[in-house]
């Protein structure tokens, strides 16, 4: 792996920089594709409806999957620690193909491995945060060794609060697309989340899922201040 870490040492070096430039004034976020979703581009080259190149590889040859997986897995660890020593405040794994496996093949060939990688950070108090897409039973990810999960849009995360206990902090969960809607649209959405998960601690506003490229910009911004503002209230009901 050191050879890889080599290869990649100019975005270690970005990170420091960057560190350096923001002075602290916000939390810098080391991401990583999981192994489930990393071997899915490699093997079917791009994105997919259907993914039946990729299945038909953990159908037919199930142990060049795993092999595949593994190796995967192993070079994400090594990757995510190295962001985390060059300074990374926080780092995430991002399994967005995982709810296009069945539950079965979901524990076989995902989760078997955000498992591995979870166990095997060098966090030292730097949060890790696992987001699964589209997977419908969110509680199998709730023994991870990770603070937060993330719940895509497709969700009530009031009633993924519910199934989760407690384990873990949520992150989520406004569907990117609000952010071409008009403004009051893109204020009651957000309350709407918010109302759903409640006044306790432990929800990380946040995207379903990645930004799209051609949001408006002053439409991120006032998402931003929305979040800000509705916080503030929400804190003020729940002290009254």
């Known amino acids: 792996m050191f050879i890889l870490l080599e290869r990649l040492d100019y975005v270690f070096q970005a990170i420091k920089l960057t560190k350096e430039k923001l002075n602290n004034r916000v939390p810098l976020i080391g991401f990583s594709g999981a192994p489930w979703t990393l071997a899915t581009y490699m093997v079917e080259g791009k994105g997919s409806k259907n993914f039946e190149i990729i299945k038909s590889l953990i159908y037919r040859e199930p142990k060049i999957a795993h092999k595949l997986l593994q190796k995967l ?4 660890i090594e990757y995510l620690n190295a962001k985390i020593r060059a300074g990374c405040d926080a780092v995430q794994i991002f399994d967005t193909w995982a709810g296009n496996l069945s539950p079965s093949d979901f524990e076989e060939f995902s989760l078997r491995y955000l498992k591995y990688v979870c166990d095997r950070l060098e966090t030292n108090g ?8 589209g997977v419908s039973n969110l509680e199998s990810l709730a023994d991870l060794k990770c603070d937060v999960l993330g719940v895509d849009w497709t969700k009530n995360i009031g009633e993924v609060k519910q199934q989760i206990g407690g384990k873990k902090v949520l992150q989520g969960n406004l569907d990117p697309c609000v952010l071409f809607a008009p403004k009051e649209k893109i204020r009651a959405e957000t309350k709407r989340i918010m109302d759903n998960f409640g006044n306790d601690a432990g929800h990380i506003f946040n995207l379903g899922h990645g930004i799209l490229p051609k949001t408006p910009v002053e439409n991120a911004k006032y998402l931003v201040d929305c979040v800000k503002e509705l916080s503030i209230k929400q804190q003020a009901l729940g002290q009254s």
């Open 73 to 76: 897995a192993d070079a994400v």
């Open 126 to 133: 730097t949060p890790a945060i696992v987001f699964a897409k």
